[in-house]
């Protein structure tokens, strides 16, 4: 038998997330709960390793904090519980693009409720789970604030800002920093190329050369409509349908493309680049030569851009560099703010974001 369902507003859900969360961060509070056990479990369910948990936990109990009548365990409107509700909708509308600006601190994942754990109609100890211990910590703790907001024991708003609390103690994903007063260019261009010449898995040079276009575009069409995105430099084709590494838009029509190449150039790799400017009605395409080439292979792949239907620009990772010679130190401001921004977009490693983080610090700051 389906129990009653219930509903969220998303839109009340986000302003009274936010509005918790300044409240929390202003105050010295730490303690929004008398009960201990709910406050260490809370805790504990944060700092484990289930991350999935973790999403559930946060999105009941915003959930219950914007309606009283959510049941704390529900996770879809055909749950057996009265007080069911759609919890995917709300985590992945709300929760997650609110995480994404305040540190992912739960994991940083997309799509949490897409995981085996919350695909159950509500959370329950006979669901299938991997460690018993952690199902039974989160069961407890969920049954358990249930039973007490019912009793009028516990207030669902100040639970959201016990949960606040606790994850404005976890440790930001994000690469986070004030903006930068003086952006000498020797120094500036010197440790860029220093930072880039560690791979870092391919994120390095892509995030640089996002942030180098931005500053650049930016700087040369201060009112021109240019957007700029950046990914992995090494993305699988099949899980993008982006055009390059680095994409140009203007007034949201595709201007130019760059690939970012952290790995020896080989001809195949060239011909691809060509094969998705045609594809993409390119008519010059950018190739950032990262490593050197492959082998002997530098006058095939020469051969092959002289020959091409398209101009293929080959470039050194200090080329791009370089422009921030040119961009003023508003640019390189800007250069430092996109940097960031693409680092954390990409889901780059911690030791690239903080090696990035080590070279932003050592100029003054605001």
Same mark, same amino acid.
């Given at each position: ?127 299938? /789970? %991997?460690?018993?211990?952690?199902? =039974?910590? *989160? #069961? ?10 019912? !009793? ?124 998705? /400017? %045609?594809?993409?009605?390119?008519? =010059?395409? *950018? #190739? ?10 530098? !006058? ?67």
């Amino acid at each position: 038998m389906i129990g009653l369902t219930e509903s969220v507003d998303k839109n009340q859900a986000a302003v009274l997330l936010e509005d918790k969360w300044n409240l929390v961060q202003d105050s010295n509070e730490s303690e929004y709960i008398q009960d201990d056990f709910i406050r260490m479990k809370i805790n504990e369910v944060l700092n484990a390793s289930q991350l999935t948990y973790k999403y559930i936990l946060f999105t009941n109990i915003l959930a219950k904090a914007v309606n009283p009548g959510i049941h704390y365990r529900s996770m879809q409107a055909k749950s057996n519980l009265d007080g069911a509700y759609n919890a995917r909708s709300l985590g992945h509308k709300v929760v997650v693009p609110w995480e994404k600006e305040h540190g992912e601190r739960l994991g940083g994942s997309n799509e949490p409720f897409l995981n085996k754990p919350a695909r159950d109609p509500e959370f329950d100890i006979s669901n299938a /789970a %991997r460690s018993v211990a952690a199902q =039974e910590r *989160l #069961y407890n703790l969920l049954d358990r604030l249930e039973s007490m907001a019912n !009793s009028g024991e516990v207030d669902a708003v100040d639970v959201l800002c016990q949960l606040l609390y606790e994850y404005s103690r976890l440790e930001s994903r994000t690469l986070e920093f004030s903006a930068v007063s003086d952006v000498p260019v020797r120094t500036l261009v010197s440790q860029v190329r220093e930072y880039v010449q560690e791979s870092g898995g391919g994120e390095r040079l892509a995030a640089v050369t996002g942030g180098v276009m931005q500053a650049y575009y930016t700087h040369v069409y201060p009112d021109g409509p240019w957007i700029v995105n950046a990914e992995h430099a090494n993305a699988p084709d099949n899980q993008s349908n982006s055009a390059g590494d680095v994409e140009i838009f203007y007034d949201e029509e595709l201007d130019r493309a760059v690939e970012v190449k952290d790995k020896p150039t080989e001809p195949s790799d060239v011909r691809h680049a060509i094969k998705k /400017a %045609r594809e993409n009605e390119l008519s =010059e395409y *950018l #190739y950032v030569v990262g490593a050197g080439f492959r082998g002997e292979s530098e !006058s095939e792949v020469l051969s092959i851009v002289e020959n091409a239907p398209v101009e293929v620009v080959l470039l050194e990772p200090t080329n791009i560099i370089s422009l921030l010679r040119f961009v003023g130190d508003d640019g390189r401001r800007e250069f430092i703010k996109a940097t960031t921004e693409f680092l954390n977009q990409m889901r780059a490693t911690q030791s690239n974001k903080d090696a990035f983080g080590t070279l932003v610090s050592s100029f003054s700051i605001h």
